[in-house]
């Protein structure tokens, strides 16, 4: 094994957009490992909205990312050397890995994985963080009716695409918004929504009523800003919002919500949530998101970059759309 | 008994603000009772901001007010003939009497009232539907533990005024929101609150932060638009927000919200709502505001206009914050 590995650090905070030079790929040597401890080889990393948030320095629920540290992320991967009573080599784990190559770890928060029926890679996406976030919108806001209509935002995405299969599972009509027709042709005939409203076509609004006739019951916002107002003025009333992010203002910009009366109109419930908050829900959400895969019932993309130099640009992309499902680095 | 009576019908709808042409006050006919019918006689009209949203013709969750008609409104008053079983003469009612005189109802809806330790007046705000409206949003949405902070906005206002003594009389810290010294003075002198700001001071921001210094878990929202905003700059981690009115924005004009992200950074849970679709709550309500009224531990204050005729100028008062506590106008 060598005894250095890659990783990238946070450089400097961004003023605005999100540049690769806000990075910087360092070698670094691999510690000696203490008893108790573990060495992690990590095969992918995963990339996602929030880590803009973290790359600022304002008041969050979260602490931001240290400068000159490694970039926070979710990773899986194999375990290469142990002296942990709990883990052994060869075993594969879902850890806080962050943007590197190798990961030293004292077991703390690790989850091993069964590989047998779900890829190593849905670990990150469908059977992790992004799919627990749809499963806990959905069936703990949400709480939609067979029949009823919710209409899901970046649809296309990891979370979005989980959503809207979830809900059918259920018997509600899932409409989704994305960006372009090669993304709503994917989301209407891969993931089997009822519909879907490409928000970049020219009238988001007549095309949104069209898809969603009987009015819109549940909106599970991952991007906020106009599209989120399109989808709360065909809300029935006593709708429901799960709201799950802001990518529109992840640079920064304050997106305003012109349609605040509707809230009021509607007698609309609105709630925000961080799905990390909610662990006691995981091992429920993790089973039946695990068994829907292992049955093919629950499909998923990846769009997936190669080694881990290429996650600045991969990221900036994510922030732009250019992803279809999960967005990953593979590093093995 | 007079065999004509006067009524303030809808003539035209608002263009914008609302102007006294767009009233007209006649002279009508008594009609003849009919079996199971009954006459009332109106002492006081209640003046309310939802009556500027019915005179739009508007896709609401109400009827629009229809031109040409009685003015809708509640009102409390006397009975003075009755062909129905339940009530006979000299009894006092609630009823939704409208802006008029004189009202034949068949006795749907009527509310008897006891005014031996609660004023008549009384039944139209704190022991009526502002009452309500406070106590639904306060026991049913916000649902505060002692100790923590609700921030009240139109604090001196028929609903504000209750929420702010209901707070406090659960051990919460109560800051209110108003216009100007005078009711800021009336709302922490009189009522009782921890403290009031005045948004017209120049610094919202920074007097908020002072009265709230701790910031602030509940937020019942009675206006909208830049105090709104600013009260959720403010909030803690899972505050709540009970959405209650927009005052702000009932000309018409959309008054966007610039705080979107603090919903989903706090993990706000946003709950707009009608005290009248909560009917099975109002027993238990009215009954522990009015123990609370005859016991004097709830205080209110009302302005009174004079006469069926003031009714418009009264209405454009009260949508301009003219009004201390509940408007009702005098008809006997």
Redesign the interface.
Known sequence: MNNTYQRIVLAARPQGEVTPDLFRLETVPLPELADGQLLIRNHYLSLDPYMRGRMDDAR??AAPQPLDETMIGGTVGEVVASRHPSFREGDFVAAMGGWAEMAVSDGAGLRKLDTSAVPLSAYLGVVGMPGMTAWYGLNRILELQPGQTVCVSAASGAVGSVVGQLAKLRGCRAVGIAGGPEKCDYVVRELGFDACVDYRGGDLRGDLKAAAPDGIDGIFENV?GPVFDTALARTN?FARVA????IA?YNGE????????V????????????VT?HLDCWPQGLAELGSLVAAGQLKYRETVSQGLASAPEAFIGLLKGRNVGKQLVKLV
């Open positions: 969050s629920y906020g009333p709201l799950c992010g802001m203002g304050d997106i305003p919500l012109r349609s605040v009366r809230l009021l109109k509607n007698r609309i419930t609105l709630r925000g949530f961080i908050e």
